[in-house]
């Protein structure tokens, strides 16, 4: 709870909660493992739906990258991650795999479960602050992810609109720079260390979600920085926020 | 209702579903109408708050064409707002208005009350199509709109995104290319002809909506070309959109 009684110092000003969303505000483990494991069934793979799904999402970062530091063109998520499961496809010898599951893959992105905290919390949250996305994701992908979880954003905003991925500072100052705030009246809320750092880089304010399953593994690491809430999930999130 | 044959022919292709905001969504007039009265009461004006509204709604277009035509630089709607508000205080000789009374009129445009149709409308809308705003409006603005009409919109965008106003073709062409769908995918909602000739003139399908009582007249002018679809309101053109 580091960081807590800043934070209630200006309390009244906050206005804005930007939320990362792929393993704070849905589970992708779990959404890419079920349709994997569909897919394998009908091709007869033997590989292990959670491992190609932990695989595919650890070769996302250095994807991003290129296209942050200018080394690759500018693509959305989508674009990525069909170059990155070929990848995976090498990897685990599933060249049995057709374009059209390939498609179903990148596609399952689209569609994965909100925690089963998410929504509601959300709406809890939603009468005292604005509520916007801000993920790498596309902005089509979240879109589709918006809808298909029936999650009460009042706005979608994706690195997409700055053509470059996190962190980027551009990134975090679209938060401030379209909703017409100052950047110490948002409050970036994510499951990930680095994403909370470079957004308090911005002078954004810092609330961390633990999320122990989204590796399946059980266990969360803190951010080693004081962040202004620390969060079981979104429920806590909004008591905390006074919600 | 004409041209609904051709809508229905590739119905099952549509996708999203864009909207106009204000006039369409929002009755602008009531709500201009409704601030204006009472920081007239308080400054003991005599002006009539229709034609306020009306004569600062007029104003509108013509500022936005000279930031579209590159005569002056990018500016979002609440600074328009605020430059045209001098003139209409010159036209009603309103000088004994305030600064502050200024902020709360351009203000006023962020907190518009929805027709009564809007919010259950695109309820009804909302599980068979993406619904997005398009619209003239900032983002802050919008997103504020949004949120207090509690309008169920999965997606908020803004002619900001291109720093342009309708009828710039990029304005329209945002939401096929943020969206991930074709064109044709996309059906323009609007209460005005112009936006929906524009629109249609980059390929979208369009939705005329009937809103007599925008300026108070009880009038309403159809568009003078084919549109898809020709509803009296938003129910109505749900019902028409199968929802």
């Known amino acids: 709870?580091?960081?807590v009684s800043t934070y209630g110092q200006s309390k009244s000003d906050?206005?804005?909660?930007?939320?990362?969303?792929?393993?704070?505000?849905?589970?992708?483990?779990?959404?890419?493992?079920?349709?994997?494991?569909?897919?394998?069934?009908?091709?007869?793979?033997?590989?292990d739906p959670g491992a190609v799904a932990d695989d595919w999402r650890r070769?996302?970062?250095?994807?991003?990258?290129?296209?942050?530091?200018?080394r690759r063109p500018w693509a959305v998520m989508d674009e990525l991650h069909r170059g990155t499961f070929r990848e995976v496809i090498r990897k685990f010898s599933m060249?049995?795999?057709?374009?059209?599951?390939?498609d179903r893959l990148v596609l399952a992105w689209h569609h994965l479960p909100p925690w089963s905290d998410a929504s509601a919390g959300l709406s809890e949250m939603r009468d005292l602050y604005i509520l916007t996305t801000l993920s790498n994701g596309g902005m089509a992908l979240l879109v589709d992810l918006v809808h298909g979880?029936?999650?009460?954003?009042d706005?979608?905003?994706?690195?997409?609109?700055?053509?470059?991925?996190?962190?980027?500072p551009r990134v975090y100052q679209l938060v401030p720079s379209l909703l017409g705030v100052r950047a110490?009246?948002?409050?970036?809320?994510?499951?990930?260390?680095?994403?909370?750092?470079a957004a308090r880089g911005q002078g954004l304010r810092t609330a961390f979600v633990r999320r122990p399953q989204e590796w399946g593994t059980g266990r969360v690491k803190d951010p080693d920085?004081?962040?202004d809430i620390n969060a079981n999930d979104f429920h806590d999130l909004a008591a905390q926020l006074g919600a």
């Not at 070769?59 to 200018?70: F, L």
């Not at 979880?149 to 954003?153: A, D, I, M």
């Not at 905003?157 to 700055?162: A, H």
Request: hydrophobic letters at 45%.
């Open 59 to 70: 070769r996302y970062r250095p994807a991003m990258d290129e296209v942050r530091e200018g």
């Open 1 to 3: 709870m580091s960081g």
């Open 225 to 227: 920085f004081p962040v």
């Open 149 to 153: 979880g029936y999650l009460p954003f």
């Open 155 to 168: 706005c979608v905003l994706s690195t997409e609109l700055v053509r470059s991925y996190k962190p980027d």
């Open 14 to 47: 906050l206005r804005v909660l930007a939320f990362d969303v792929f393993g704070t505000v849905v589970d992708w483990r779990s959404g890419v493992m079920r349709e994997f494991a569909a897919i394998a069934r009908e091709r007869r793979l033997t590989v």
């Open 95 to 102: 060249e049995a795999l057709t374009e059209s599951d390939i």
């Open 184 to 197: 110490e009246q948002v409050m970036m809320v994510a499951a990930h260390a680095d994403d909370l750092a």
